[in-house]
């Protein structure tokens, strides 16, 4: 029998003390463990951020320029639309799909505005899964961290295609193409754009045109992740294979991030973009993802979309941006030149070639969970447990120290 001090299984004292530690986040619990460090020679080679030569996060001077432009407004804080400001979206979409994308023309792709490329995913995956019958994706092996545990919170079965051979340190192409040839029609498949996170190897064009084959054969929905346009080679061809898709699928999302390109990490400014069939189609698709906006966060937030809407239309601001992201673009590459050279001068009997192979912010080092834990404990330097270390976080300071640490743990 209850009494008055008998706790029955549904009061709050029960289910909230009964709440179990949840995993700490692979990418952002190694900055929380990093701040916690308190060796000042410490360097963070774990979250996807690039620093300047002096271990800067840079404000960009085309971001400057807007700032300056957009106080000169004195623009009012008012609310905006549920899929964002209009003039980003218009901006967005010249920018990702081309301005003469016959798509684009004909009223097929819709854009929204979004709290980065993460929140472009989320937005994505939770209109996905209300209206496909199918709730299953599938994503690389190995993938961005959090995309697993994005969509299974979207309520997807989240599946893994063959992408990296660790034997080779390749891309195992043929087991990508068998898996992607034995998913059902309609499965939606996760690709990244280009600068794959983590591994840092891309499909090349043959490959794209391959791949682009089969999931038009099956029928299957691709989602594009872009979240480092930029950083491979050039804004225009990293940002081809969007463009071709959303020529040749009848069906393709997309999620664009601009917090790399534009060092805008806190201002979680991306977009989230669908092409569908025809404009009908299109108009009933925005006001299904402006029913997923409005129950999350209503509307988005302005400031970070008026730098960026400033800057892509800004011809003159176009050009400095494009300069300073090349130059973020070639510091990178000179630092992977010199990882690649220090270590194998520390290391004759290995091979380090890889790592000039591989682009944008990552590089898979081949380091395991143990290395990483030994280079955190021992070296104060914070890798993520699958290797993955943050070539944009090395400078002409501090690659020394890393390049000898990971020579002796490897
Ligand atoms: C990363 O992969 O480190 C970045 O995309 C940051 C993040 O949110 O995980």
Redesign the pocket.
């Given at each position: 029998m209850l009494n008055g001090n008998t706790m029955s299984k549904s009061t709050p004292e029960t289910f909230f003390s009964a709440i179990p530690m949840a995993m700490r986040d692979p990418?952002?619990g190694i900055t929380e463990a990093f701040n916690a460090d308190t060796n000042p020679e410490k360097i963070n080679l774990?979250?996807?951020?690039y620093y300047d030569d002096n271990g800067k996060v840079p404000q960009l001077q085309c971001v400057r320029e807007a700032e300056a432009v957009m106080l000169k407004k004195a623009m009012p804080h008012t609310y905006l639309p549920i899929d964002g400001l209009p003039s980003f979206i218009t901006a967005v979409q010249k920018m990702v799909f081309g301005e003469d994308n016959p798509a684009l023309r004909e009223g097929r792709i819709i854009t929204t505005q979004a709290l980065?490329?993460?929140g472009a995913l989320r937005i994505g995956a939770d209109f996905l899964r209300r209206f496909s019958p199918n709730p299953q994706v599938w994503i690389s092996d190995p993938s961005?961290?959090?995309h697993r545990a994005l969509f299974e919170a979207s309520g997807f079965t989240v599946n893994a295609y063959p992408y990296y051979d660790a034997a080779t340190r390749s891309i195992n192409f043929n087991g990508m193409v068998e898996a992607f040839q034995s998913m059902p029609e309609g499965t939606a498949v996760v690709l990244h754009a280009c600068c794959h996170?983590?591994t840092g190897l891309d499909l090349s064009e043959g490959q794209w045109d391959e791949i682009m084959a089969v999931i038009q054969e099956r029928s299957l929905v691709p989602f594009l992740d872009m979240?480092y346009q930029g950083f491979a080679q050039s804004l225009e061809a990293d940002g081809r294979i969007v463009r071709r898709f959303s020529e040749n699928c009848p069906y393709v999302l997309v999620s664009n991030s601009y917090?790399?390109s534009f060092s805008l990490y806190g201002e979680r400014i991306g977009a989230f973009s669908l092409v569908t069939r025809s404009a009908d189609e299109a108009a009933r698709a925005l006001s299904q993802v402006k029913r997923v906006i409005r129950t999350n966060y209503s509307n988005p937030a302005r400031h970070g979309a008026d730098i960026v809407t400033t800057v892509l239309t800004s011809p003159e601001l176009y050009t400095m941006w494009d300069n300073e992201l090349s130059e973020m673009r070639s510091r990178i590459r000179q630092m992977r030149e010199r990882l690649a050279q220090d270590l194998s001068a520390l290391r004759e009997d290995a091979d380090f070639h890889y790592i000039t192979l591989q682009n944008g912010?990552?590089s898979y080092s081949g380091l395991g969970k143990e290395q990483a834990e030994t280079l955190r404990n021992d070296h104060s330097i914070y890798a993520l447990d699958t290797g993955r270390i943050?070539v944009a976080a090395l400078n002409s300071a501090n690659i020394g120290r890393v390049a000898k640490a990971i020579a002796r743990v490897l």
């Open positions: 990418i952002l774990g979250v996807g951020v980065g490329g993460t961005w961290e959090n996170n983590p979240a917090s790399k912010l990552f943050c």
